[in-house]
Every structure is written in structure tokens, then in C-alpha cells.
């Protein structure tokens, strides 16, 4: 399976300030998703994105505040801008990869850990 | 509607127990995949296992089985002998099988292990 290294691990944001999370991948996948956690809840998606297109958003988020990139097969960004309180989460990198016994699956990053105070 | 549920919000037992945690689907996709992750403390999703709706079997591996019901629209994961390692919050996921990133999550189990 895919190892995925996400950076910060945790920070602490002023409100108002916009903060870019990177995600690696040591191996090249079409596929990567960001996901939010917020606190003690599950997870939901906030975009797709594949290499060389546009970011797929899901309903509730949006380009101009959560703006992605996806410069290669093996990297991808998120910024989570204007931050305020309420986008306190955990923010999940994840990418789609192999199994092993054919087929794919979801792969998570270590997931940053946000803070906005 | 697709939906997973977990229940049990918390649970809590002693060491060397065995636990269940359950995990209940509702999907009209007659091909599905459906996932069990586990997320300790400092936060990251480990995966443990996916199972697709064609495979009744149930799973074993170490000390974590899994029981896949369709006739309940079951998936539960039972952790036998556990250990304080097990705490975390676990979740069951459901996907559909030609999209198997769209997935629907269930609010997680939080599992405690006491000494």
C-alpha cells in the first residue's frame, strides 16, 4: 500500500490566516482525496483531485475556501483559507492504491491537525 | 439512501476481553464494498480490511475477525483477547464497487481498553 506523509502534523492558526497542508505519496496515484474530521466526528470528503484537472468539490465546499493543487502524480496541497474557529479539524490526505488482492482501496494519511484560535 | 450505522457510540471493557463492535448498511447497490478503519489517539486511519458483497466469508486475521451478514446488512468486527493497543475509534465504511472512494462513514466506534 501506498505510504502517504502529511505536513504540519498540527498547527495552531490565527483566525483570519490561511494555512496550506502537503500531502506526499511515495508511489504515483491517480487518484487523492482531502478529507475533514471534525472534533469527535466522522469523515467527510471535501474534493477529489486528479492530476491535471480541476478539483471535484463536494456540496458545502469550495474552491475559493479550500483551494487544491495537483502539480503531479505524487503530490497535492489543500489550503484552508480564512480560517475561523469552526474549521478546527483534522484535515485526511488519502489516495486510492492496491490492496494486494486486486482491486483498490482507500489509504489515509497521518492527517494534520488543526487549530484555530 | 446509503447509510452506515454504528451504534455503539463508546464502549469500554477490561483487558483480555473479547468486544464487538457493530456496523449496520443501507444500500441499494447490489455491489458494494464495505471497509473497517481504526484511528488511535494521534489520528491517522489505518485500514484493516475490505470486504466486497460477493464474499460472505467471514475474515480472521490475528486477533480481529470479521462476520459479513447480507441477510442483516451486517459487518461486524470482533477483537478477541484485547489489548490496551486496540483503543481507538473505529469505523465501518461502505462504498460502491465501481466508485470505491465515494465512501459513506459511520460515526465511529470509540473503543477503550482498560488495563
Known amino acids: 500500500s501506498a505510504v502517504i506523509s502529511q505536513k504540519p502534523s498540527r498547527d495552531i492558526c490565527q483566525r483570519g490566516t490561511s494555512l496550506t497542508i502537503q500531502c506526499q505519496v511515495d508511489s504515483q496515484v491517480t487518484m487523492m482525496f482531502w478529507y475533514r474530521q471534525q472534533p469527535g466526528q466522522s469523515l467527510t470528503l471535501i474534493a477529489t483531485?486528479?492530476?491535471?484537472?480541476?478539483?471535484?468539490?463536494e456540496s458545502g465546499f469550495v474552491i475559493d475556501k479550500f483551494p487544491i493543487s495537483r502539480p503531479n502524480l505524487t503530490f497535492s496541497t489543500l489550503t484552508v483559507s480564512n480560517m475561523s474557529p469552526e474549521d478546527s479539524s483534522i484535515y485526511l490526505c488519502?489516495?486510492?492504491?492496491?490492496?494486494?488482492?486486486?482491486?483498490?482501496?482507500?489509504?489515509f494519511g497521518e492527517g494534520s491537525w488543526l487549530t484555530v484560535v | 439512501a446509503q447509510k452506515v450505522t454504528q451504534a455503539q457510540t463508546e464502549i469500554s471493557v477490561v483487558e483480555k476481553e473479547d468486544v464487538t463492535l457493530d456496523c449496520v448498511y443501507e444500500t441499494r447497490d447490489t455491489t458494494y464494498y464495505l471497509f473497517w478503519y481504526k484511528q488511535p489517539p494521534s489520528g491517522e486511519l489505518v485500514f484493516l480490511i475490505r470486504?466486497?458483497?460477493?464474499d460472505e466469508q467471514n475474515e480472521i486475521s490475528g486477533r480481529y475477525s470479521w462476520n459479513f451478514q447480507k441477510s442483516t446488512s451486517s459487518f461486524n468486527f470482533t477483537i478477541t483477547a484485547s489489548q490496551v493497543v486496540d483503543s481507538a475509534v473505529y469505523f465501518c465504511?461502505?462504498?460502491?464497487?465501481?466508485?470505491?472512494?465515494?465512501?459513506?462513514w459511520g460515526a465511529g466506534t470509540k473503543l477503550i481498553i482498560k488495563p
Open positions: 470486504r466486497n458483497s460477493f
Open positions: 488519502s489516495v486510492e492504491d492496491s490492496e494486494g488482492e486486486g482491486g483498490n482501496t482507500i489509504y
Open positions: 465504511a461502505l462504498s460502491p464497487m465501481d466508485s470505491n472512494y465515494q465512501l459513506i
Open positions: 483531485a486528479n492530476q491535471g484537472s480541476e478539483a471535484t468539490y
